[in-house]
């Protein structure tokens, strides 16, 4: 079983910035694949960013492409995303998910190949 907690959600004015974090409780972070995932009221979860386990592999949704990035530390078993230019419809709670899947390609934007999940953190967006 892998625990994820994330952190860094918040209040920020439109074209600030906010950056999560995602700790991981398992000494073998290195071997997941980690994604960040999103959830609007009265919307479905949307996939948000995916990271390779060595980070050389990002993917990102076209809505954030060039606004977030997203990186891990495998020595403290965390991952990050940083939110820039945000924006009001960046509004949401955000979930970090880890799986040990081989994934590939499309695959890291399926939320139901992710087999652990955090409680989320809310980011909000005033315009």
């Known amino acids: 079983q892998v625990q994820l907690v994330e952190s860094g959600g918040g209040l920020v004015q439109a074209g600030g910035s906010l950056r999560l974090s995602c700790v991981t409780s398992?000494?073998?972070?290195?071997?997941?694949?980690m994604g960040w995932f999103r959830q609007a009221p009265g919307k479905e979860r949307e996939f948000v960013a995916a990271i390779s386990p060595g980070g050389r592999s990002t993917y990102y949704a076209d809505s954030v492409l060039g606004r977030f990035t997203i990186s891990r530390d495998n020595a403290k078993n965390t991952v990050h995303l940083q939110m820039n230019t945000l924006k009001p419809e960046d509004t949401a709670n955000y979930y970090c998910?880890?799986?040990?899947?081989?994934?590939?390609?499309?695959?890291?934007?399926?939320?139901?190949?992710?087999?652990?999940w955090g409680q989320g953190t809310q980011a909000t967006v005033s315009s």
């Open positions: 998910a880890a799986t040990r899947r081989l994934l590939l390609g499309d695959n890291y934007y399926n939320s139901r190949l992710y087999d652990y």
């Open positions: 398992t000494n073998t972070f290195s071997s997941l694949r």
